[in-house]
């Protein structure tokens, strides 16, 4: 069996920001201040990495990114070089969501819900693993803000503000 991966649609603002979107989401339903802009740089590239996505088999929101990390170890393997590549891909994803007003990043550099909503519809044409890549990022959300500061998240990660 052959698996294609679309790395286009990837790195496509709109996907970008329909993955930020759910990941701002996730992070208010468990912290309603929102995430600050760097942890969406940090979040954006390993929930759309199709190599970290066994990853998250197996776990829901509870499971938290601690037990996550400890799970799964590899995932801090060269995660500074998956950052630094991926910084255009979601500095564009911010960007339309920010000019599309789907997202607002607000006081103290903050992501915060924006006043128009996505559609639901694009995500049903998405493959499979486009969607889970954006179910990903939902997750990611909410653990990051169960995990608590921005330093602290980085810290978890292995990487340094």
Known sequence: MIVAHDIYSETNPAYGTYALTMFVQGFIAANRAGPELP??????????????????????????????LDRSPQIQLGLADRVNRSMEIVTAAVRLACFTQTLALVDGARLQA????????????????????????????????????????????????
């Open 114 to 161: 924006g006043t128009q909503k996505l559609k639901k519809s694009p995500i049903a044409a998405l493959s499979d693993d486009a969607a889970y890549g954006i179910k990903r990022a939902e997750r990611l959300g909410f653990w990051f803000a169960t995990a608590g500061s921005t330093r602290s998240v980085f810290d978890a990660m292995g990487l340094t503000l």
């Open 39 to 68: 942890v969406a740089y940090l979040a954006l590239p390993v929930a759309i990495s199709g190599d970290l996505a066994a990853s998250f088999d197996g776990t829901n929101r509870n499971t938290g990114l601690l037990e996550w």
